[in-house]
Nanobody
Framework: QVQLVESGGGLVQVGGSLRLSCAAS????????MAWFRQAPGKQRELVAS???????NYATSVKGRFIISKDNAKNTVYLQMSSLKPEDTAVYYC??????????WGQGTQVTVSS
């Protein structure tokens, strides 16, 4: 059974930090490149960061140098450490496999709001 449970969002001021967590099903976590996505109101979902099974990471240009994706294989959990947050980072954040389609199963996401 697919499980993706995001947590850690909240309201933060500009320049602040948050750490998001995503508990994933073991099979999904072990076999795939995992990623964090975000969707702002009125915009399409976009890939923010990804991490391969071997731990190689990749970031969207807009978050490079500010966000760090990591994972704990023993806990089947993916993290997103977000720093120097900006108002444009405000969105619902989701985790999934990096290749997940819109029609795939998605968790409930976690809301991140950055106030100026």
């Amino acid at each position: 059974q697919v499980q993706l449970v995001e947590s850690g969002g909240g309201l933060v001021q500009v320049g602040g930090s948050l750490r998001l967590s995503c508990a994933a099903s073991g099979s999904i976590f072990r076999l795939n490149t995992m990623a964090w996505f975000r969707q702002a109101p009125g915009k399409q979902r976009e890939l923010v960061a990804s991490i391969t099974r071997l731990g190689f990471t990749n970031y969207a240009t807009s978050v490079k140098g500010r966000f760090i994706i990591s994972k704990d294989n023993a806990k089947n959990t993916v993290y997103l450490q977000m720093s120097s947050l900006k108002p444009e980072d405000t969105a619902v954040y989701y985790c999934n496999t990096a290749q997940a389609a819109d029609s795939a199963y998605w968790g409930q996401g976690t809301q991140v709001t950055v106030s100026s």
